[in-house]
């Protein structure tokens, strides 16, 4: 049987690596992915783990690559992914490895400190420069000022009262003391107010503005800075105004007095920033050349990096066993791919150049193995959606394959437009065809890693949408005329067609099929596209809906009951063949497959001749409930008969699935025949490895060994009482659930329907050419409404329905899904071992 | 060239509605063009103007040529705005690669 109808035979298994192998060992099999280890030392702390130190040195190692990382993404440097797949480094290689990064890491780390420190000196000398030059023109203006204050007459009148040495002395005193700096521009206007109040007044500040800002060498940041000068007279003010500046945290400067000395300073200090420019710059080259050069080969590092933790957190797992000097492992694995996991080990040893061969040695265990899907990259999209309700219980018959026909087809009837189908294909087509590429780019966009993982759901999707919708002739809510309608207008009066007095006389005409339809015989394919023009097509159409979604549906159910027997054979439960699945079969036939049978018969029998006196079907089921019968709704002899028969049939039904298995389980019960029913793990032990010596140690004490359950009467009528109950009322209220079919198609229809009439018709109904600028205009609108609303809601909408159809309706007839996933150490996702979350 | 008015995505999404725009509207005039009946709804006629015209066929048929002329200018303006789109999302591709 193929290995999709159901989950993988898995085995349990225990490995026994020399200690020198088991590093190279464990890295091929992490390559190859097909083994799942058990945890051997759950008690024990991470802290105490035998191999906690390399694990350290992994994680200190990865730290060192994120800061290298930060660094070379913030140069824009590009890094380069080329997509390679490097082996795990032996453990030799770690130590090479860790050198590297350390001295790289040292390195960044010298570099940053020193442009930091030479762009603090750049920044002290371009502030100085900017202060030489704009004191320059303050204190030509303090001349001024000083020397007209001496030639005021009213400040002179009040020195004048004072005697002559005293005008000296006062020359002297009016001599002005200053301080230079800059400041951060936002800042001045609180620092001249704080001066001002401090100071009362006796302060004189300039200040002018630096155009070019100025780059803080901690931050990066661009600021905005001024450069101001106080000038003041005696100590006490000077020592103020130096607290003021610091409190501002304004840069002060030495700034030279004489015009001679600032020009010489200005001169240095400019010598001293051109020296400084190319020191920062052969820094920052210096820089960018190690960044390049660490950028080459920083995603192969990360990849071996986290490689090489995988490999010592699953050797962390294994147990150490003194007395042989090995490593024993116990892990789960297909059966089909022993032979595989045989040669990697033997890679793995010869690679690490021991002699002793490593053995693999499998367990009979009671416990319940992993639940293993062997799929491809179409299989698995579909695979992921059953997974999503309960993955299967081992060995359990698998829903998927199913689905893959089964969930398209179901999403179509819902959806059917043949050109919204279109749309849907060519997207998935192209997420398809450039799947490789798609996959390379890495994109992290959740919603697109959805729709990418479901490409092929997609596609499926969009092609048998293509034909419902040419089913129900619906192109954007047009018709398509195929072929020749199969409608012929003729007047039921005269026979002949309708005159012009007839046309003119009435706003709507019914169409006798007995006139109108002459070939007698349906149009070829699909729904005649007559029908879009007449006003009854949504009554006309609800009767054959309606009657294929309940025909899809109790297929579909019959299908899920049909599967259960499958799963019954293989587990050997006879009791539940016996119990529950015949009368399970028997009533889901008797009442709805009597249904179907009904519905395809009256589409045989009765055609449009009979079309006025034709037997209602549901009104006919629920006749059939009541032991009532209406004369009308009879349409063959022995019918009242046949149906009673059925009905009683299917209350026997009832008390068969709800007594029957308890008491005869009890029954054996007494009699010693009762057997717990354990999940088969398939044929172990002795008739595989030849060569490898069997090795029994004491493994048993790491197996959990079930009780066999006590047989509880209570639980078990209970358990079937409900089983009962949900299974016949979940028939009725699951073939009512398909009815949906029905319902979503129809509100598809509508409002693709509303769509045009509202949109693209008032655009199609101006006359004259403004009319083409305005249908340019609309159908861009109609376009995107027709994207965003029709395709991806009503999609997303119709997406939901068909999952839940499947994971209630379908699978509640058979699927037990109590399983749990097999995970397999494996190389391809490291992204759990990474130190990020 | 001098920086596009459309971003790259935009480009993308122009270009494919333009594709839509011409097969759909020129398909649309075609249709027109054959007098079919599915589109007689969509027609700038209405019932009291035929009436008047006496329910003449010769009308609904210039009606019909009429909106599929329309049709086939506004696939003509999509072909231009295909065109445009193209060069937009050239012209960003190429910004692109001389920065980088």
């Given at each position: ?12 298994c ?7 192998a ?65 082996d ?21 780390k ?76 936002e ?24 155009d ?11 600021v ?5 000068i ?34 010489e300073m200005?001169?240095g ?49 294994l ?75 081992y ?15 179901l999403?179509?009837v819902?959806?059917g ?37 479901g ?11 293509m ?16 072929f ?69 549906g ?26 529950e ?18 519905i ?29 019968s ?53 044929n ?32 078990v ?15 009725v ?58 395709i ?20 509640s ?17 490291l ?7 | 060239?001098k ?18 725009g ?29 009436k ?32 445009f ?10 910004a ?5």
């Open positions: 049987m193929g290995s999709l109808f159901r989950s993988e035979e898995m085995t349990l225990q490995l026994f690596l020399q200690s020198e088991a590093y190279a060992c464990v890295s091929e099999l992490g390559e190859l992915g097909l083994v799942q280890f058990r945890d051997l030392n759950p008690d024990v702390n991470a802290f105490q783990r035998k191999f906690v130190n390399e694990v350290r040195r992994c994680d200190e190692m990865e730290r060192k690559l994120r800061f290298l990382e930060k660094e070379i993404k913030k140069d824009g440097i590009p890094m380069l992914d080329t997509g390679d797949n490097p795990a480094p032996v453990p030799r290689e770690m130590i090479d490895l860790e050198a590297t990064f350390e001295k790289l890491e040292n390195e960044m010298e570099v940053n400190g020193n442009t930091e420190a030479l762009k603090r000196n750049y920044l002290e000398l371009t502030e100085l420069k900017h202060i030489l030059r704009k004191t320059q023109t303050f204190f030509e203006e303090a001349e001024i000022h000083h020397v007209q204050a001496m030639h005021d007459p009213s400040l002179t009148e009040e020195n004048f009262g004072l005697l002559g040495e005293e005008s000296q002395r006062s020359g002297q005193a009016l001599r002005l003391g200053f301080v230079a700096g800059v400041i951060v521009r800042k001045i206007p609180a620092f001249e107010r704080m001066l001002w109040r401090v100071c009362r007044g006796n302060v004189f500040l300039r200040q002018a503005e630096i070019t800002p100025l780059e803080d060498p901690v931050t990066g940041d661009q905005n800075k001024s450069v101001f106080i000038f003041f007279q005696g100590e006490q003010l000077k020592s103020r105004v130096k607290k003021i500046c610091e409190g501002f945290r304004a840069t002060l400067y030495p700034c030279p007095e004489t015009p001679a000395e600032r020009r200005a001169i200090v400019m010598t001293r920033i051109e020296d400084l420019n190319t020191v920062l710059g052969q820094t920052q080259d210096h820089r960018h050349r190690v960044l390049v050069a660490a950028a080459r080969n920083i995603k192969i590092w990360f990849i071996k990096v986290r490689k090489i933790k995988a490999i010592y957190h699953t050797l962390n797992m147990n150490l066993d003194v007395t042989q000097k090995c490593l024993i492992a116990e892990c789960w694995c297909p059966v089909q791919d022993l032979d595989r996991i045989q040669q990697a080990l033997r890679r793995g040893t010869e690679r690490s150049g021991s002699s002793v061969p490593s053995i693999l040695n499998r367990m009979k265990t009671k416990e319940v193995p992993p639940t293993y899907n062997r799929n491809n990259k179409f299989t698995q999209g579909f695979q992921n959606i059953i997974d999503a309700y309960g993955i299967s219980t060995q359990e018959v698998n829903p998927a394959p199913w689905a893959i026909i089964s969930f398209p087809f999403f179509a819902m959806f437009d043949f050109g919204h189908g279109f749309i849907m294909f060519l997207v998935a087509l192209y997420l398809v065809t450039r799947e490789k590429q798609l996959q390379a780019m890495k994109i992290n966009n959740e919603i697109f890693d959805m729709f990418f993982g490409r092929y759901i997609i596609l499926l999707m969009g092609l048998f949408s034909y419902t919708g040419l089913i129900y002739n619906d192109v954007f809510s047009k018709s398509l005329k195929l020749d309608s199969s409608w012929d207008p003729h007047d039921p009066q005269t026979f002949k067609p309708y005159v012009a007095d007839t046309l003119k006389g009435s706003t709507s005409l019914q169409l006798d099929p007995n006139a109108s339809f002459p070939k007698g015989g349906p149009y070829p394919f699909g729904l005649d596209p007559v029908w879009a023009l007449s006003t009854n097509k949504i009554t006309a159409l609800n009767s054959f809906k309606m009657k294929i979604s309940v025909i899809f109790i297929c579909q159910m019959f299908l899920g009951v049909m599967l259960s027997i499958v799963n019954h054979r293989f587990f050997k439960r006879k009791v539940n063949i016996y119990f699945f015949i009368p399970q079969v028997i009533f889901l036939a008797a009442i709805f497959g009597y249904l179907v049978v009904e395809f018969v009256k589409w045989i029998i009765f055609t449009w001749r009979d079309a006025g006196t034709a037997p209602n079907l549901l009104i006919g089921l629920i006749q059939m409930f009541l032991f009532q209406d004369p009308k709704n009879l349409w063959y002899s022995g019918q009242v008969g046949f149906q009673t028969f059925l009905v009683i049939l299917a209350v026997i039904c009832i008390p068969w699935m709800l007594l029957i298995k308890p008491f005869y389980l009890r029954h054996q019960q007494k009699f010693g025949q009762y057997q717990y029913q354990e999940v088969p793990t398939g172990l032990l002795d008739d595989s490895d030849g060569e490898e010596v069997v090795y029994h140690s004491d493994s048993e004490r790491s197996h959990y060994d079930p009780e066999p359950e006590e047989f509880n009467f209570g639980d009528f209970t358990h079937q009482c409900i089983h009962t109950i949900e299974y016949c009322l979940g028939c209220s699951h073939t009512a659930s398909y009815l949906r079919l029905w319902a979503l198609s129809l509100a598809h229809a509508q409002l693709s329907e509303v769509l045009w009439n509202m949109v693209m018709r008032i655009a199609l109904q101006i006359e004259g050419i403004a009319g083409a600028f305005v249908l340019a205009g609309v159908f861009a609108f109609w376009a995107c409404a027709t994207v965003i609303v029709l991806l809601m009503e999609g997303l909408s119709a997406f939901l329905h068909t999952l839940r159809l499947h994971w209630v309706e379908f699978n007839k058979f699927y037990d899904g109590q399983g749990y996933k097999f995970h397999p150490f494996s190389f391809e996702d992204s759990e071992y990474s130190i990020e979350d | 060239m920086c596009p008015i459309c971003g790259p995505k935009l480009s993308i999404c122009c270009s494919l509605l333009s594709i839509w011409i097969v759909m509207l020129a398909l649309l005039g075609v249709f027109y063009r054959i007098h079919s009946v599915a589109l007689f709804e969509d027609l700038p006629i209405t019932s009291e103007d035929w008047k015209d006496n329910y003449t066929l010769s009308v609904i048929h210039d009606k019909y040529n009429q909106t599929a002329y329309n049709c086939f200018v506004a696939a003509g303006i999509y072909v231009l705005c295909f065109f789109s193209c060069c937009q999302q050239r012209m960003g591709s190429k692109n690669y001389e920065m980088s």
